[in-house]
């Protein structure tokens, strides 16, 4: 029997500088990491999430694909808010087979961000987004590197709000953050 293929966007994603954290900083991100996987899931309840080595993580969603890049901004924020960086990859494409971990999950949108993290290492850009075609994926060239450029350099007293904001939260609540 064949699998059944989906479209999905798949993200995979590399703390910054990991190897430099001290046993408590290793901790809080990984706090912070597990707390945006169960808040985001939430949201979208189709998302399928893992961390693995200590400092890598892989994400699927399939039917809310197009809050993938949303996802991207928010854990941004949400890490740099306590200092931690990571760079993104979102692959667009589908899944050809899927697994109950999704490091073992394969398919085009797995295969479309390979290169992605080490092209953003070189260029020291934090999120990039792929897909099988060209033209999709050129364009997301152009549009990206503005917001993504732009998160950094607002630090943790300003990503915090932005975070919170990004997530909906209320105006009051985003208001006492600051």
């Not at 949400?78 to 999704?102: C, H, M, P, T």
């Not at 949108?109 to 990039?128: H, M, T, V």
């Not at 987004?129 to 997301?140: K, L, N, P, V, Y």
């Not at 950094?152 to 997530?167: C, D, F, M, N, V």
Request: with cysteine; hydrophobic share 45%.
């Amino acid at each position: 029997m064949a699998a059944k293929t989906v479209k999905a966007v798949a993200v995979t994603g590399d703390v910054i500088a990991s190897s430099k954290l001290n046993a408590v900083q290793r901790r809080a991100l990984q706090y912070r990491i597990d707390s945006f996987a169960a808040t985001f899931s939430k949201q979208c309840p189709d998302l399928q999430f893992q961390q693995y080595r200590g400092d890598s993580l892989q994400a699927t969603l399939i039917e809310n694909r197009a809050q993938a890049l949303n996802m991207a901004l928010q854990l941004q924020c949400f890490l740099i808010a306590d200092n931690f960086s990571i760079r993104l990859g979102l692959g667009v494409g589908e899944i050809s087979y899927q697994s109950k971990d999704v490091i073992s999950t394969a398919g085009t949108a797995f295969q479309q961000y390979g290169p992605l993290l080490d092209d953003l290492k070189q260029r020291n850009e934090r999120i990039a987004i792929t897909a099988a075609s060209d033209a999709f994926a050129a364009g997301w060239q152009v549009q990206l590197p503005s917001p993504a450029f732009m998160l950094p350099w607002h630090g943790p007293a300003k990503t915090e709000p932005l975070y919170r904001i990004s997530t909906h939260a209320n105006q009051a609540k985003t208001a006492n953050a600051d």
